[in-house]
């Protein structure tokens, strides 16, 4: 079966971290671009950082020199590490999957920043 499944979301207080995990299954992960999207309430779903191939990272700049994307092939798994988290990261993080024609979502999980 195909599918994607984050974890590690949670509430966190401004200035904490987390580490959102990626598991894929039933895809030859080694394949894919990997990529982070996230999405709040009311507004549209945009790219937090991805990940090609050949592990070199890219990132959005409101997440620049906070947030760090990494892939483990051999766990099937990507990784996005969230440090120094601010209230305007509160969203949905989504994982994407993507290789020629085929485009791969997860359920999403929720990160919440708050005092």
């Known amino acids: 079966q195909v599918q994607l499944v984050e974890s590690g979301g949670g509430l966190v207080q401004p200035g904490g971290s987390l580490r959102l995990s990626c598991a894929a299954s039933?895809?030859?992960?080694?394949?894919?671009?990997m990529k982070w999207y996230r999405q709040a309430p009311g507004k549209q779903r945009w790219l937090v950082a991805s990940?090609?191939?050949?592990?070199?990272?890219n990132y959005a700049d409101s997440v620049k020199g906070r947030f760090t994307i990494s892939r483990d092939n051999a766990k099937n798994t990507v990784y996005l590490q969230m440090n120094s988290l601010k209230p305007e990261d509160t969203a949905v993080y989504y994982c994407?999957?993507?290789?020629?024609?085929?485009?791969?979502w997860g359920q999403g999980t929720q990160v919440t920043v708050s005092s």
């Open positions: 994407n999957a993507v290789t020629g024609g085929v485009d791969l």
């Open positions: 990940i090609n191939t050949a592990g070199s990272a």
């Open positions: 039933g895809i030859t992960f080694s394949l894919y671009h």
